[in-house]
């Protein structure tokens, strides 16, 4: 136990350092379109968004037009009688809702604000009552802090999610911005 909380200090101390040392920090606002693609209910179409920061890479010098990213992104997708909004939050079985903090690693082309990126992510999916891994690779192209892209949501688990499957596949399109904290 001691061992376990004397790691978690140690990775907070070295990550507030390295965000501390960082030239450029973003905060990345998304709103997010796709299909359900593995359903079993009637309806495919879903609306989500991403939440996220994206530092400069100092920590990792890979290339200094590459970023680190966490993201926390909420994707619904409405059967039956769901819709979009009221479907959110209710007690009905009527949507297909996630949550997915994400960590990733955006390789860009010329940094942040032009050119194309490519940003591998992974974390965890959650959902009523389902939880498990998640993978949401995203690609796209990047003018004047606007990104426009394309992604792929999926999630795995043990158990059953609202879809009537253990696991999802949600490809989509994606426009966001970048707002710069420096």
Not at 166 to 172: A, D, I, L, N, Q
Request: proline share 3%; net charge neutral; glycine share 10%.
């Amino acid at each position: 136990m001691k061992q376990t909380i004397f790691i978690i200090i140690l990775l907070a101390a070295l990550t507030i350092g390295s965000a501390e040392a960082q030239q450029s920090n973003y905060i990345h606002v998304s709103v997010d379109a796709g299909l359900v693609a593995n359903t079993n209910r009637d309806k495919k179409f879903g609306l989500g968004g991403t939440l996220g920061w994206l530092t400069q890479d100092n920590l990792l010098s890979l290339n200094p037009n590459n970023y680190i990213s966490l993201n926390v992104k909420a994707f619904n997708n409405p059967y039956g009688e769901g819709k979009i909004l009221s479907s959110i939050k209710n007690d009905a079985d009527d949507a297909f809702n996630y949550i997915m903090p994400l960590a990733g690693y955006r390789f860009t082309q010329e940094g942040i604000s032009d050119g194309f990126f490519v940003e591998p992510r992974i974390g965890a999916v959650f959902g009523a009552s389902y939880a498990g891994l998640a993978f949401s690779p995203i690609a796209g192209y990047a003018v004047q802090q606007f990104n426009f892209s394309i992604y792929c949501d999926m999630g795995f688990a043990g158990k059953e999610s609202a879809i009537r499957k253990k696991s999802f596949f949600t490809p989509g399109i994606s426009v966001a911005y970048n707002i710069s904290l420096n």
